[in-house]
């Protein structure tokens, strides 16, 4: 056996774990979203349009490598431009439904497979909301109570950015859940960054 079929095989064997692992990183997304209760919105929050940037980029090329083989019929790479577009449209997935923010009866989700990035309202201490271009801009202060020690009330920020087209609904969704303890800091000039 040659040193080039060993590294060929070493290759499509780490091609398929990465594939492998891609499919469950989207079947574990899919399963989180599923699993999501009492959604009253959401909205993409990605960077190209609301989609994901690097895996749609990924999955564009995939695309154009797959059609390219397709078209010359280059017959022994078939498996491998494969394998590479079941992992661009895995990670395609996993990205749009983590890219996604939720706003549900119970809380904010702002990545659906990092739980850091989830609070309940009953959390939140402060909030400060700053109008922008095309949304507004959120800044939550909330207790961090995930921790073992009861007496670590730490305060924790979590920046959320609310398109124009769903800013109205989202108010009125803060309004009920938070507004009976807390009302929204708008009008005074405040710098995120300094709150820091």
Known sequence: ????????SLFVLLLALFTLAATFLALYSISNAIRLRNVRM???SGKLAGYPLFSTLFLSSAAVI???SLMYELNQYYTI?????????????????ASKTYITDHGIVKNINDPSQTIAWHQICDYVERPKSRGSD??????????EDETDRSVTRLELF??????????KIVSLKVGKY????????????TLE
């Not at 056996?1 to 060929?8: D, F, G, K, N, V």
């Not at 959120?138 to 921790?147: I, K, S, T």
């Open 138 to 147: 959120y800044l939550f202060m909330y207790q961090n109570l995930n921790g």
């Open 42 to 44: 959401s909205w993409n």
């Open 66 to 68: 797959t059609g390219v």
């Open 182 to 193: 807390l009302s929204s800091v708008s009008d005074i000039p405040i710098d995120i960054e």
């Open 81 to 97: 431009f494969a394998c590479y577009s079941w992992m661009g449209v895995s990670w395609w997935i996993s990205s749009y439904i």
């Open 162 to 171: 609310v398109p124009d087209r769903r800013v109205d609904k989202f108010e």
């Open 1 to 8: 056996m040659s040193i080039i079929t060993e590294i060929h």
